[in-house]
């Protein structure tokens, strides 16, 4: 899930180690110099290595290949206008323009077409609240977040989680369902390919090694969600560096932020952060032992828990171990 965390996040981050602007940032802001939300791209289809503009238009291949999908080259000029939304051509044609561009990167192919959708955020967090949560769930969240003093005894951990997601998530994808979601904020709803490349990594990583969870422990989520979000982040930092200089892209405009901060919990919105900024560090480790091919081999080893992510050179050595307590708790704690 990606999720916007803008000038709030970036102040927290910066009490604890500087605003570094990696990982998950809003889908804000043009990138071919036109007014916010209206997009015409006119970027050529072209037989050279990425740069729109130049080139000769090239046919479509005899057979799938990496940077072209259902149609559409990576660097294939589209005709759109985002300002009034994407009409369902226009949508498709801006996935599978994307869809190319993220197997450009990621060199991973894609074997079926993703579909996306969008849904607003007043509809997402009215989804999220009907949610249903046992007990037992309730029960180990409350003390897990009582006990990292984030969430007071008198409050629901849940309810805090979901109130925070539901200002902040610009969109998901859902390996149930093998679809993404795109939250707008606007009456209009949008498409920017910075959250769209980065929700469509997650759809290649599902097709192709599986991200479905099995961890057995919160740190193993942990350590699981730092390998799947940081190669995403990494691909949509990547993607987004040729926006503008090399591809031109489609965006929703500086009025594409998150829809407020007043559900935000700051404690709970950085523990969220972890898998962004951490895996964002352990992928480009990685990435500098033996690029993308590294990154595929970690999912057959995922890392074990957040302690094997925070310092990357101890990835794959690391083994978690039990603790035991020596002695139960006393009623000396109120």
């Known amino acids: 899930m990606r999720r916007e965390f803008a000038a709030v996040c970036c ?6 180690a500087g605003c570094q602007g990696v990982g998950p940032v809003t889908d804000g802001g ?3 110099g036109t007014d916010e939300g209206t997009l015409t791209v006119t970027a050529n289809g ?11 238009a090239a046919a479509d291949p005899a057979t799938d290949r990496l940077g072209w999908e259902n149609g559409y080259w990576y660097n294939e000029s589209l005709d759109v206008d985002n300002g009034d939304g994407l009409n369902d051509s226009e949508l498709s044609a801006v996935v599978n323009r994307s869809m190319a561009r993220v197997e450009r990167v990621r060199g991973l192919e894609f074997e079926a077409t993703v579909p996306v ?5 007043a509809a997402y967090r009215t989804r999220s609240g009907n949610a249903t949560h046992g007990d037992a769930l309730r029960t180990f969240d409350n003390a897990k977040f009582e006990a990292l003093f984030l969430v007071g005894e008198g409050n629901s951990a ?17 390996p149930a369902t093998d679809e993404i979601v795109i939250v707008t904020d606007s009456g209009t709803p949008r498409i920017g390919e910075r959250t769209l490349s980065h929700e469509l990594v997650h759809a290649a990583q599902d097709q192709q090694f599986g991200i479905d969870d099995n961890a ?7 350590g699981r969600n730092a390998l799947i ?7 949509e930092t990547a993607y987004m560096d040729r926006c503008g200089s090399n591809w031109s892209c489609v965006t929703v405009g500086q009025s594409g932020g998150a829809g407020g901060s007043s559900g935000v919990h700051l404690g709970v919105l950085y523990l969220m952060y972890f898998p962004y900024s951490d895996g964002a560090s352990f992928v480009a480790e990685l990435l500098d032992r033996g690029g993308w091919a590294a990154v595929d081999d970690a999912y057959d080893d995922i890392p ?9 050179a101890d990835y794959p050595g690391w083994t978690p171990r039990n603790v035991t307590i020596p002695r139960p708790a006393s009623d000396d704690w109120e």
Request: hydrophobic content about 30%.
């Open 216 to 222: 057995s422990t919160r740190d193993a989520v942990q």
């Open 11 to 16: 102040a927290v981050a910066l009490l604890l």
């Open 158 to 174: 849940i309810e805090s989680q979901q109130n925070t997601l539901g200002d902040s998530v610009q969109g998901y994808y859902s």
């Open 117 to 121: 959708t969008t849904v607003s955020r």
């Open 229 to 235: 979000e940081g190669d995403a982040t990494a691909v």
């Open 46 to 56: 072209s037989t050279d290595d990425g740069a729109t503009g130049t080139g000769s």
């Open 30 to 32: 043009t990138q071919t």
């Open 304 to 312: 074990d828990g957040a302690r094997e992510v925070i310092p990357p």
